[in-house]
């Protein structure tokens, strides 16, 4: 019992990633139509930014807010120069997953050309203890304190994003651009420049995340988040693509799925991502527009 | 009318973009309702940029050294599994990063059965692709619940899901998922020619086998049922086009396709590899790149883009000297710019370009955007 619950704490911990990263890949698909990727790569990068900025003697927390803000100016201009030109329904979408494909190839080996080869370490932004709740007899159940900055941080950036979305009037030009474009535009709403606001948030998201994944491990390089993608994908494939808070409450089903996977199915030792991905083929074949997916009618 | 030309005339009576199908068709009443005359200038430089591409093809083994003669095979099998994407993802519009897999699983069953089995290797190649057409049916029909993105999805994890299941259960040299069939299996079978001069031949001959299948099959019934539930899933299905049937089918050959080309690969690169967690996912977006690259939905373009994609993944490893780690950057980059600079792909560009000299040239050419003329029904 105790094993089971660390496992799902565990498990709450790693789908808090999958959930911050599936949050932007789905705020990028909600807004340009675009599947990003790169959008691994993306936070990946803006890691090793912010090491590069804590090698320099600034503490863990400053350093990931400025690599937030820094991948907030390249998501924007990302979008700008190389996702813009291939915006608008009369383009084929699948030169866009080319760009982002493209793109996911070249930060991957940017990255290892700028910032070296070898693994680097994060520091953790908080201390590497541990809180022991519901002491009993045999030992209670062990929560590290980066198992609980990650949750938290989760909640916070959740809160954050809803008070933008639904509170502000960004957030509202925000979501009326996503839901009809053109509709925006009609109403005096710049497109344009939400799009990119759009890029540049889910950017910063990434950025958060990729911090978060990198200083909860011994080390990280430039595969840092390519299986926690495929993870994010799941999520946010699981939460139907356009739902901000499915994206996170799948994340963090997928986690604990996988965790528990990995405990306690000795049959799928090696293989675990066999999962998540059961889990999109069940849901989609069942709903297939995930479990919390608008449904579409299809005109002809 | 004939089923034949279900699709075309249908097209504008529901208002879909109307099918444009491609290339020299045959000089009948019924084909010239889809295929406009192509103008004599424009048949004429085809038949010339043919023959010379033939001949430099049957002469390049014998011109470069064993180093070139692979690069231009794997240029070959890359252009066989590209193919087989075009087919699913051109012509039939189902969206799949997951052919790596395919091939990886072509790759294997050519290994396996090499090493573990002692078999010679040029049958396997037929096993392989049985093997994964079967699996490309077993996997195209969730497909038909899943579609669009979410396919790409699903068809993705396919891809990541491949190499883990290699380490899994494949145990080569060492312990780890690699198998090496011995140089012996893949000796020249013909007196005169080189070992990599036959694994050239071999290939060439496979590819030039498998599109000119390709190339009748989306000219005939089942390639434009194909189209129709690519273009409007819906109107094909209320026209009798029987859309499960065609999208699973489509699916099976698309995955044989990949198959085909990962058997090859084994002769060509003389391994199977399952130690690179993300190889078949590389793997997959190449063939989506070279498709994209030589124009998706036409049929010599993804044989144009592996060409290039392999040119240029060559050339752009030794363009930095001491910078080999920025070839995958600038490699990424000139996709990037390519999609830029030629959105509907090279073939796409040409076509396009000689649409235009055939305007110009011909008064009674047609652009071929414009594939129903209206005195067609006489």
């Known amino acids: 019992m105790q094993l089971f619950v660390e496992q799902v704490i565990n498990g709450i911990a790693n789908g808090a990633i999958y959930g911050a990263l599936a949050l932007a890949l789905v705020l990028i698909f909600r807004s340009t139509g675009v599947l990003n990727f790169a959008q691994g790569e993306m936070a990946m990068f803006s890691t090793f930014i912010t090491w590069k900025l804590t090698t320099g003697g600034l503490p863990v927390w400053g350093a990931i807010l400025i690599s937030m803000g820094i991948a907030f100016i390249a998501g924007a201009a990302i979008e700008r120069t190389l996702i813009r030109p291939f915006e608008g329904s009369n383009r084929s979408p699948l030169n866009v997953v080319i760009v982002s ?5 070249a930060i991957n080996s940017l990255a290892q050309l700028v910032f070296g080869t070898d693994p680097q370490r994060l520091p953790s932004p908080v201390p590497n203890r541990r809180l022991t709740i519901l002491e009993s007899s045999n030992g209670g159940i062990n929560i590290t304190y980066p198992t609980l900055m990650l949750i938290a941080v989760l909640i916070v950036e959740c809160i954050a994003l809803w008070w933008l979305l639904q509170r502000t009037k960004l957030g509202l030009k925000l979501r009326a651009v996503a839901a009809d474009a053109d509709s925006a535009r009609l109403h005096g709403i710049k497109a344009g420049s939400m799009l990119m606001f759009g890029w540049a948030l889910s950017a910063a998201i990434g950025a958060l995340a990729g911090a978060m994944v990198a200083s909860s491990r011994v080390g990280f390089d430039a595969s840092l988040m390519q299986t926690i993608i495929v993870y994010a994908f799941a999520a946010a494939a699981l939460g139907g693509f356009d739902s901000l808070w499915g994206a996170v409450l799948c994340g963090i089903f997928v986690g604990v799925a996988n965790s528990l996977t990995v405990q306690y199915v000795n049959a799928l030792d090696g293989i675990e991502l066999v999962m998540p991905l059961a889990l999109i083929l069940i849901v989609l074949v069942v709903m297939p527009n995930g479990l919390f997916g608008k449904r579409t009618v299809e005109r002809v | 009318m004939t089923t034949d030309q279900t699709g075309a005339d249908l097209a504008p009576a529901l208002g879909v973009e109307p099918l444009v199908v491609e290339d020299e068709a045959p000089r009948t009443a019924a084909a010239q309702t889809l295929f406009p005359p192509i103008p004599a200038v424009v048949t004429r430089t085809r038949i010339v940029i043919g023959v010379v591409l033939a001949a430099a093809a049957l002469y390049a083994p014998w011109y470069y050294g064993p180093d070139i003669n692979r690069v231009l095979s794997q240029a070959i099998y890359l252009a066989i599994a590209a193919m087989g994407l075009n087919l699913l993802t051109g012509f039939n519009g189902q969206v799949s990063i997951g052919h790596g897999a395919f091939f990886g699983i072509g790759a294997f069953t050519s290994a396996i059965l090499i090493v573990d089995h002692g078999w010679t290797y040029e049958p396997t190649i037929l096993v392989s692709a049985i093997f994964t057409g079967l699996f490309g049916l077993l996997v195209g029909l969730p497909a038909l619940r899943v579609r669009g993105l979410y396919l790409a999805l699903v068809t993705l994890g396919l891809a990541v899901l491949f190499p883990n299941v290699v380490q899994r259960f494949v145990k080569g040299v060492g312990g780890v998922a690699l198998l090496r069939p011995p140089r012996s299996a893949f000796s020249s079978l013909i007196g005169g020619l080189a070992d990599d001069q036959w694994a050239y031949y071999l290939s060439l001959v496979i590819m030039v086998v498998l599109y000119i299948l390709a190339w009748n099959l989306v000219r005939g019934r089942v390639g434009r049922a194909m189209i129709a539930v690519r273009d409007q899933e819906l109107a094909a299905a209320t026209v009798g086009v029987p859309v499960a049937r065609t999208k699973v089918v489509t699916f099976a050959i698309s995955a044989a396709y990949a198959g085909v080309a990962g058997s090859l690969s084994v002769m060509i690169d003389r391994l199977a590899d399952g130690t690179n967690p993300i190889i078949y996912f590389q793997r997959s977006i190449e063939f989506l790149v070279a498709m ?60 396009r370009l000689l649409a235009a000299l055939g305007r110009r040239s011909s008064a009674k050419g047609r652009p071929p955007t414009h594939p129903i003329p209206d005195d067609s029904h006489d």
């Open chain 1, 101 to 105: 494909l493209g793109m996911f190839l």
């Open chain 2, 292 to 351: 994209v690259i030589g124009g998706a939905a036409t049929i010599m373009g993804p044989a144009v883009g592996a060409l290039i994609l392999v040119l240029l993944r060559r050339n752009t490893q030794n363009l930095i000297e001491g910078k080999e780690i920025l070839a995958p950057a600038i490699y990424g980059a000139s996709l990037i710019a390519i999609v830029f600079v030629l959105p509907e792909g090279v073939v796409g560009g040409v076509r």
